[in-house]
């Protein structure tokens, strides 16, 4: 079974610095996709960021970049310039793929980050 | 697009009523998931269907829980009868096979006395 283990339960940044939030994940599929969500105080999920596990290239929107570090099953995401607007829970999550299509996300336990003025 | 529609937004019952939750997907997606999130547990999966059909339903904790799916936009998850256990916020998600991305809906927070 694949499990998603999120070591930081908790995290703080100043505004417009850099915080980088730690995944690492157990699998022993060869194809599957890692996601970032954000969910803030409103409780709604947001994709921040996914990578195809085929890739090497990390991933990367705006501010947000990822650090897909396959051989060692590590997925950090890095936010820079950080905003207020970013404080939230934020969720890492394995798909797997079943027959080539997808399956269902399996999440870690999340990290919730303050970004200070 | 609208985004994925759940209703009601919040729930408040007594313990042995029933509750029935409801989502719409995304228009054309024909994949859909239920998940429920809890403080002990965090998020997990109940149920997801493809093309309407159930594809996987490990995640539904017993037979107090049902869910249907009769059309591409429409989608029920039943509690009968609930528990204060049963207390937490469930979310529908919805998805384009081939696309993989997950969109969520804004939640339904239950609350069973």
């Known amino acids: 079974a694949q499990t998603v283990t999120q070591s930081q339960p908790e995290m703080s940044v100043q505004e417009a610095e850099t915080v980088t939030l730690s995944c690492t994940y157990d699998t022993s599929e060869s194809n599957y996709y890692l996601f970032w969500y954000k969910q803030p105080p409103s409780r709604q999920m947001i994709l921040v960021i996914r990578q195809e596990a085929y890739k090497q290239q990390n991933a990367t929107e705006n501010r947000f970049s990822v650090n897909f570090q396959k051989a060692a099953k590590s997925f950090s995401l890095k936010i820079s310039d950080s905003q207020l607007g970013d404080t939230a829970m934020y969720f890492c999550a394995f798909m797997k793929l079943i027959g080539g299509s997808q399956g269902n996300l399996i999440f870690g336990k999340g990290t919730k980050l303050s970004v200070k003025p | ?106 939640g339904t927070r239950l609350l069973v006395l």
Request: charged residues 20%; proline residues 8%; hydrophobic residues 35%.
């Open chain 2, 1 to 106: 697009d609208a985004g994925v529609i759940q209703s009601p937004r919040h729930e408040v019952t007594e313990m042995g009523q029933e509750v029935t939750l409801r989502c719409k997907p995304i228009s054309g997606h024909n994949s859909l998931f239920w998940y429920r999130q809890t403080m002990m547990r965090g998020l997990e999966l109940l149920i997801y269907f493809n093309n309407n059909v159930p594809i996987d339903d490990s995640g539904m904790p017993e037979d107090r829980f049902s869910a249907k799916m009769p059309n591409a936009s429409f989608s029920t998850l039943k509690i009968q009868p609930s528990e204060p256990r049963d207390s937490a916020v469930y979310f529908c998600a919805s998805s384009f096979v081939g696309q993989e991305t997950q969109y969520f809906g804004p």
